[in-house]
Every structure is written in structure tokens, then in C-alpha cells.
């Protein structure tokens, strides 16, 4: 049975992208400063470059996508759609199961579709040093490649439970010339603060994050820059759809439902957003098209956590953002899929969602891993762990196919390959993973020490 790949010619990338605030039912809610009043681009400045702060406020519905950027994306984009034909049949589905795979870039996932343009902006913009956090290391070696594509030196601060996990990830970061740091570290304040409150944590995003934000916040020829979450990085992703919506145009189909794993959103809101846009604009191809975020059982932020707002990170160092949280001290499980370990989730994917625009579901781990093993048989890439989520979604709802005989197109970010994270396919193996469900007592601790907002 032979693979359907779809391509699109390197002339084919994008142009512009994508801006999904410009179709929401109504603005999104600022960012607020620490006087609970809208965060200026001053305040905002202190550690993002102001071309980036433009796309973040925005609500252009197209924003140029620079010839520099293009240039790079051009050495792995536009990435292919590929029909799983074998993992059609070995299901016995109705179904057409679609994905579009990302795991072609250097970095081996979709980060670099942020990374090389905040690079670029950055450089363009007289920064001088980056710095960052990353969780399962998709991230961090993203921006160390990016950041050596313009000539800006990178700081890394991973979290420890993943740098421990995943050491070829950081191998990568520091082939491309990324300092890298297991965090919680002594280096910055919120790290030695984390460290007097654990002297074993494992680390979480939230932790790093204010780690990289005070390092950048302390120089001012430094700005710090983000995997997810925020409007701009998002925006990026969406070369991820728009070339999707192109590849299926091709083929005469139209998605019925789309999955993407979730942990801040970028993945997501990359495939998801463009077809939102169909949607916003009464395409009755996209009546009744359904956009689903995947995220694990143990950090279920969109299906459990508050919609309200919180920062971005565990100290208090970021400005406070409308989104679904379990609270900025929530200290998800050590689960293999890092990249999910968030508590909050992009404001965007987050409206979208309170507005009943998109849905969200939450998987557990053991599960996930067992779709990423059978899809890795059927079609031979072994997928990240984060990929799994949506695998795993995907699989049930061609089963449900079968069930009812629906003929349904399924589409899902199969956002990079498993390669580095074959110590934690060692472990399904082995039988030693094992499920979290996060307790509801846990979450309400947290959501306790939300900040008190009017």
C-alpha cells in the first residue's frame, strides 16, 4: 500500500501569517501590569523587542512573513500532509486519517516556526543575547538553532526532570552554542527561592520561565523569548495550517475534526487556527468542522483549571493573562511529554475555547504511548511523546468511525519525531509508566493563590 504524501513546492510557503484575533467574537483580554491596569508596550519592552510586541497587540488578520524568515523555513518547509493509510487499514476504519508531520525540521518539531522569526526580530532590533526556557527540549534546541542562524548568543534554562530525561535534547542545544542549565538553578533569585521551597523539585515551565525572564529583565541588551502561549508565537505556527488548507485543496478534501496536542498551545492553535478562519469567514466546508486540544490527564489545564486571570510563570515575574490555569504554583507530575507540563495555556487557544469555538479533552499517559506505538508501526515514525495525544485522539475517533460507519477526514499535528525520547518508550515497554490523575484537591489548592483581580 503506498503512502499518500502530499507536497507543495517551496514557492508555496506562506507569505503571510495568520492572525486569529482579528475573527474573534470579541477582543481579547489584555495583558495587566502589577497595578491590574493593561501592560504598556514599555512594560513589555523590558523584555521583548518591539516588532514582536506589535504582533502581540495586534489585530491584523495578516501579518507579513519576512524574505529572511522565508529563507530559512525554506530548509525544511513547506513540511508534507501524509494520509496513514496503514494505520487506516490495520484499524479498520471508514475513516481518513490525515497528518502533518513537523518532525522535518533541523530541530526535529514545529518550534523552529516561532523560533527563527523571533530570532529575526530580535536581531533586527539590536538584541544582543536571548534567553529561554523549555521543558521537553523541542524548544530550546529551536531557539539555539535560530539563534544561530542571526549570530545571537542563547540561555537555556530546562526543566531538570527533562534535562534528566532527555540529554541528547540538550546535546542539541549545546551543538548549535546554547548555554544550558538544569532549572531550578542558583543563578537567578526565583531559582534559589524554588530550591529553599524543594531542594529536590524536578522543575517546572513556570519555574523556568522566571528564571529566563529575570535573566533577561536584569541587561538591557537582553530579551527573552517564548515556545508558546503568547499571540505571537501562535502566529508563527500558523504556516503549519495555512499549508495545510493548500494541501488538501489538492486532494479535493476538507477536514471533518482536527487534533492537536495542547500544553501552552502553539502546536494547536498552528494547525487548528487557519481553519478557524473558514469558519469565521462562513465557509460551509467549515459548518461543522471541529477543532479539539489534546493535553494529558495529569496536567489537565483546559478541561480542569479556572478560566481567569494568572501569570505566566511561578514567581510573578510576567504579566498577568486572561486563560484557563490550574494556578501559576500548580507542580505538574514528571510525565514524559515535557512540552505539556504547562499550567496555563495560550489566552487565545483559552477565549476560543470559554466561547465553545473549540473543544478540549485530556488523555492519559499510558494510552498516549500505546497510539504512538501502534501508529509507529503502521506508518514508521516514531512520534514525540506530546504527538501521542493527538495520535491517541485520533485513533479513537477513527475507531468510532468503524463503530458507526462514518467516513470522517481526521487531521492532526503530528508535531515532531520521537527520536530523543526513547528512554521514555523504554519505560512503556518495560511496563513502568504509569497514569496521573491529577486530584481535584491538588488543583483547588492551587487555584486558591490565583492573584485577586477586580
Known sequence: MQTLRITLEQNEIPTHWYNVAADLRSPPSPPLGPDRQPATPEQM??????PLLEQEMSAERWITIPEEVRQIYALWRPSPLCRALRLEQ????????????????????????????????????????LTTETGAGQWGCSIAFAGQMFGLPVRIFMVKVSYEQ???????????????????????????DALAKDPNSEGSLGIAISEAVEEAAASSDTCYTLGSVLNHVLLHQTVIGLEAKKQFDKVGLYPDVIYGPCGGGSSFGGIAFPFLADKAAGDKRA??????????????????????????????????MKMYTLGHDFMPPGIHAGGLRYHGDSPLVSQLLHEGIIEAMAVPQVATFEAGIQFARAEGIIPAPESCHAIRAAIDEALRCKATGEPKVILLNLTGHGHFDMASYDRYLAGKLEDYDYPKEAIAASLAHLPKVG
Open 45 to 50: 519592552g523590558a523584555i521583548f523587542p518591539m
Open 90 to 129: 490495520m484499524l479498520g476504519t471508514p475513516a481518513k486519517i490525515f497528518y502533518k508531520y513537523e518532525g522535518v525540521s533541523p530541530a526535529g518539531s514545529h518550534k523552529p516556526n516561532s523560533a527563527v522569526p523571533q530570532a529575526y526580530f530580535n536581531k533586527i532590533a539590536g538584541t544582543k543575547k
Open 166 to 192: 532527555k540529554p541528547y535534547r540538550r546535546s542539541m542545544m549545546q551543538t548549535w552554542g546554547a548555554d544550558v542549565f538544569a532549572s531550578p538553578t542558583t543563578l537567578t533569585q526565583a531559582g534559589r
Open 287 to 320: 459548518a461543522n468542522l471541529r477543532c479539539v486540544a489534546v493535553e494529558p490527564t495529569s496536567c489537565p489545564t483546559l478541561t480542569k483549571g479556572a478560566y481567569a486571570y494568572d501569570f505566566g510563570d511561578a514567581s510573578g515575574y510576567t504579566p498577568l
